[in-house]
């Protein structure tokens, strides 16, 4: 089992920045992706941005500029710094953990994010 703790959401002016953190713990494989989504009231969970145990990263056309994702494998932790926010960004953002042999794969609670104009 694998738990993930999402932290650093809250309400932000438009043009502001925020930076999200997701910390794993558990039964944590070697080979793993991380990455953020989010999802808004009545709309499907979208990407934001992922990155693999290699560092190779990818980004929502929405985000690419403004968004910067980066992990800490000492520390099981991704983090998405997110900078020009603008009031569409506003969403719940998910944390998620994919293994990348067992093909099996964790969510976070959700962090809210909001950004007022």
């Known amino acids: 089992q694998v738990q993930l703790v999402e932290s650093g959401g809250g309400l932000v002016q438009a043009g502001g920045s925020l930076r999200l953190s997701c910390a794993a713990s558990g039964s944590i494989f070697s080979l793993y992706a991380m990455g953020w989504y989010r999802q808004g009231p009545g709309k499907q969970r979208e990407l934001v941005a992922t990155?693999?145990?290699?560092?190779?990263?990818n980004y929502a056309d929405s985000v690419k500029g403004r968004f910067t994702i980066s992990r800490d494998n000492a520390k099981n932790t991704v983090y998405l710094q997110m900078n020009s926010l603008k009031p569409e960004d506003t969403d719940v953002y998910y944390c998620?953990?994919?293994?990348?042999?067992?093909?099996?794969?964790?969510w976070g609670q959700g962090t809210q994010v909001t950004v007022s104009s």
């Open positions: 998620n953990i994919h293994f990348v042999v067992a093909g099996t794969g964790y």
């Open positions: 990155i693999t145990s290699g560092d190779s990263t």
